[in-house]
């Protein structure tokens, strides 16, 4: 099913002139288990859009905010590739002045890749991604980070993006992956 996603999303051409299409055949990396999954802004240009395997750079290194997010993950005891990752756009912009417009032709291949995949929780990596899913507006990214919305009976939790460029990316993120840790430990 995730398959047939992939396709349509090759085959569409709703943004065509303000992306890159992602030149992988997936646009979904796929974990051991759904109990979190993990949705990006729009792949990282030097990232899985060229090596094909998220969070990796072409030389297999774990790129800097896979770094982070995995010493986020060390809370929860799951490896980062253990997770889904999903992107809300799902070919590379541009330009990020196309961010608003392509997060709304995806939306729907979106929904309907976490309607397959059924996590449990849904972490979203900073603003543009946050406001992809839950389609809210608010006036600080802050205002969010660190709540828990429910979207087709998935818990999305918006969190900073682990960035190392980012004072909050490790220090922001750290007590909301500790509440998780509690709130997993007392629902399974």
């Given at each position: 099913m995730l398959e047939e996603i992939d396709q349509k999303i090759n085959e569409c051409n709703l943004c065509s002139d303000m992306v890159e299409h992602f030149p992988?055949?997936?646009t979904v990396s796929i974990?051991?288990?759904?109990?979190?999954?993990?949705?990006?802004?729009?792949?990282?240009?030097?990232?899985?859009?060229?090596?094909?395997?998220?969070?990796?750079?072409?030389?297999?290194?774990?790129?800097?905010?896979?770094?982070?997010?995995?010493?986020?993950?060390?809370?929860?005891?799951?490896?980062?590739?253990?997770?889904?990752?999903?992107?809300?756009?799902?070919?590379?912009?541009?330009?990020?002045?196309?961010?608003?417009?392509?997060?709304?032709?995806?939306?729907?291949y979106l929904l309907k890749q976490l309607e397959i995949i059924k996590p449990q929780i849904l972490l979203s990596l900073g603003d543009s991604a946050t406001k992809t899913i839950l389609n809210i507006q608010y006036k600080k990214f802050s205002d969010v980070v660190g709540k828990q919305f429910i979207i087709n009976n998935i818990t999305v939790i918006p969190i900073y993006h682990p960035s190392p460029i980012s004072p909050k990316s490790y220090n922001g993120n750290i007590e909301i992956f500790r509440s998780l840790r509690r709130w997993l430990n007392e629902n399974n």
């Open positions: 992988n055949s997936k974990g051991q288990n759904n109990k979190i999954a993990i949705l990006g802004e729009a792949p990282a240009n030097n990232g899985w859009r060229k090596s094909g395997v998220a969070w990796y750079d072409t030389n297999h290194k774990l790129l800097p905010s896979g770094v982070v997010l995995q010493k986020l993950l060390n809370e929860l005891d799951i490896k980062l590739n253990e997770t889904y990752f999903l992107e809300a756009i799902k070919c590379f912009p541009k330009d990020r002045k196309y961010l608003n417009t392509c997060s709304k032709n995806c939306q729907m």
